[in-house]
């Protein structure tokens, strides 16, 4: 199963007292996917260290590592 969001753009430039609500919720939510994308981020990042026999998190390998796992994040 895939959840998505979509923002109505509309409602929310012209939100009412009514919709503030809404918007709380909205907000928490999106808080908790960032939250979790970041310790999934962390996550790869750590087990890529711990199993690198010569990690340098500055090489070239690491950093070209690090911007493609940031890419794919952006890029979903």
Not at 8 to 35: C, G, P, V
Not at 48 to 70: G, H, L, P, R
């Amino acid at each position: 199963m895939v959840q998505g969001f979509a923002l109505n753009y509309d409602r929310f430039m012209k939100a009412r007292k009514s919709d503030q609500e809404y918007f709380k919720r909205l907000l928490e939510r999106i808080k908790l996917i960032r939250t979790s994308e970041r310790m999934f981020y962390q996550k790869i990042t750590d087990i890529f260290a711990e199993n690198s026999v010569d990690y340098d998190k500055n090489s070239e390998t690491a950093i070209i590592f690090y911007k493609t796992i940031k890419i794919s994040f952006i890029m979903q």
